[in-house]
């Protein structure tokens, strides 16, 4: 094994192809040639960015259009079965309203027909009622 130092000539002769021209000019073109490179690759990722962007905008799009669509069919059927109810309750309060009144009917004829079978009672009757009312709005 050889411990000796190196040739300084040798050295000298290693940093002036180092810095020689050719190798300046050399270094430059690579260094141009990566920057190409690298600005080709990133123009390549930014289209494949801007591509995929406008591939979930579509996306987007076409799922908002769906539930506009879903939400349009939900709300038509909800009017749609709102309106059934409506005539449903409509119908029965109308119904109510038909017993109501043959009740009241009935009711009238009926106090109708005591008075007139039973007329020294109830003249009586309004007679003790009237009394009574003028008795309490006579206090007051």
Known sequence: MDYATPNANALKDEEEEATTPTTVSSITSKTADLRQAATEKARIAAQGV???ATQIKHAAGEKAQQFRSYAGDKASALKEEAGNKAT?????ASEKYEQSKAKAKDAHASSEDYVREHPTKCVLGAFGVGLLIGLLARRR
């Open 88 to 92: 449903e309750v409509k119908q029965a």
């Open 50 to 52: 801007q591509n995929k």
